[in-house]
């Protein structure tokens, strides 16, 4: 069982940054590929980052790329997502969410066995 707290989120102006972290407990974290999701109203969730077990793998949705940066802190139980030149259009929840089912980073929702809560991130133009 993994349990997902995320926290960061905020207003912002297009162009600034934000910092989302997602702290994890359970003693399994490192054993969980850790995926970031977003859903605007109206929208799907969507797939915008994830990462392996280890840290040494990232995914990116093309809309983020080179945007975003996704890492981890396994000593931490933590992920996080950096991103950078937000757009108005970035404005959404997001949500942290974990799999426990491995090794391979999957860009599908219904991959992932926990979730968070989500944090709202808006982006003022």
């Known amino acids: 069982q993994v349990q997902l707290v995320e926290s960061g989120g905020g207003l912002v102006q297009a162009g600034g940054s934000l910092r989302l972290s997602c702290a994890a407990s359970?003693?399994?974290?490192?054993?969980?590929?850790m995926g970031w999701f977003r859903q605007a109203p109206g929208k799907e969730r969507e797939f915008i980052a994830g990462?392996?077990?280890?840290?040494?793998?990232?995914d990116y949705a093309n809309s983020v790329k080179g945007r975003f940066t996704i890492s981890r802190d396994n000593a931490k139980n933590t992920v996080y997502l950096q991103m950078n030149s937000l757009k108005p259009e970035d404005t959404a929840v997001y949500y942290c969410?974990?799999?426990?089912?491995?090794?391979?980073?999957?860009?599908?929702?219904?991959?992932?066995?926990?979730w968070g809560q989500g944090t709202q991130v808006t982006v003022s133009s």
């Open positions: 969410a974990a799999d426990g089912n491995g090794p391979y980073i999957s860009r599908s929702y219904s991959d992932y066995d926990y």
């Open positions: 359970g003693r399994t974290f490192s054993r969980h590929v």
């Open positions: 990462i392996n077990w280890g840290g040494g793998r990232t």
